[in-house]
């Protein structure tokens, strides 16, 4: 193998994350970590993952959440996404907030906002 072609080759790994570059040190492989699979996880769990508080319905925090909904829409289509079980993740925008609760659903609140 050529020097070029082992070059291009270690450049080609390192854009793919499989390997980097050290300076002093020399080309080093990077193992990739496998996913883990979550089977279910609850509405408890994810005010823990996002260093989060419950600010109502603590009596569902066991229970497990179906999907994940991004309330970046006008309401019209937000509720079309948003059911029993389903995480809204949505920001300062209290009539989608509002409809999502009426329906069953989490509301996760990011920015740093609060609700009425």
């Keep these: ?13 390192g854009q793919r994350g499989l390997v980097a570059s050290i300076d002093r040190v020399g080309t080093v492989r990077i193992e990739k970590k ?3 699979k979550v089977d279910h996880l609850t509405f408890g769990e994810i005010a823990k993952i996002v260093d989060g508080h419950l ?3 603590k009596g569902g925090q066991f229970n497990s959440l179906t999907k994940f ?7 019209d289509n ?11 993740i949505v ?3 209290l009539d989608v907030q509002k409809a999502a609760l009426e329906r069953g659903s989490a509301v996760l609140i990011t920015g740093g906002f609060d609700t009425t």
Excluded: H
């Design 1 to 13: 193998v050529s020097e070029g072609t082992a070059y291009r080759a270690i450049k080609d790994a």
């Design 34 to 36: 496998a996913r883990a």
């Design 55 to 57: 600010i109502g319905g």
């Design 69 to 75: 909904a991004i309330g970046a829409m006008e309401l």
């Design 78 to 88: 937000v509720v079309n996404y948003v059911s029993k079980n389903t995480l809204l």
């Design 91 to 93: 920001g300062n925008r």
